[in-house]
């Protein structure tokens, strides 16, 4: 670390608030980029970032300016993801909306209007399945859980989980097809459901 670094990160641990500002500045692109390559949703990475940055306001005093800066900023980050991904396994419904922006990250800029209209016709899709069906599909495509696990977690079968998988595929392009008529839709969906 150069000695204005240094220097900078003494007077921030000391309260300075314009070596904060210009710490932020310095660190908050490289913080961006690695959070979004783990998050995928630039909405969460900006309050995620916010609250790194928050930390390092509330914890300045433990800031070693001799030591990794770089690795205690890196540190809080990771662990601010990690709560994150703890709070999505909680909530389904912050799953599908956190699967349906990492989505959208893949479509260029002229395609963000369809990737939005899929993202919905998806999230619509999942909803018109029976509660059982779509716990399982939830464990299984968005929580990575294996058949076994759900079946364990379940109380059921492993055939039972796999039926029912298929079942909810078949349920979701059959929605799909009946409400929609974009025929490049349809076809993307079906591709992509099972793909998952």
Known sequence: MSPIETAVLEKLKNGDLDSFNEI????????????????????????????????????REKIDPVKGFVSFLNHISDNLAMDFFRK?????????????????????????????????????????????????????????????EIADQLGISVSTVSNQLVSALKDIKEYIQKNYRNEYIISFLATFLFKL
């Open 24 to 59: 932020y500045f310095q660190y908050s692109p490289k913080i961006y980029i690695r959070l979004i390559k783990l998050v995928k949703n630039p909405i969460v990475v900006e309050e995620i970032l916010q609250d790194v940055f928050t930390k390092i306001w509330l914890n």
């Open 88 to 148: 999505v396994q909680r909530d389904k419904a912050l799953q599908l909306e956190i699967w349906a922006s990492a989505v959208e990250l893949y479509y260029h800029t002229e395609e963000k209007v369809f990737a939005k209209d899929t993202q919905q016709m998806l999230s619509k899709a999942i909803e018109s399945l029976s509660p059982k069906r779509k716990e399982i599909l939830m464990l299984n495509k968005f929580q990575e859980k294996s058949y076994k």
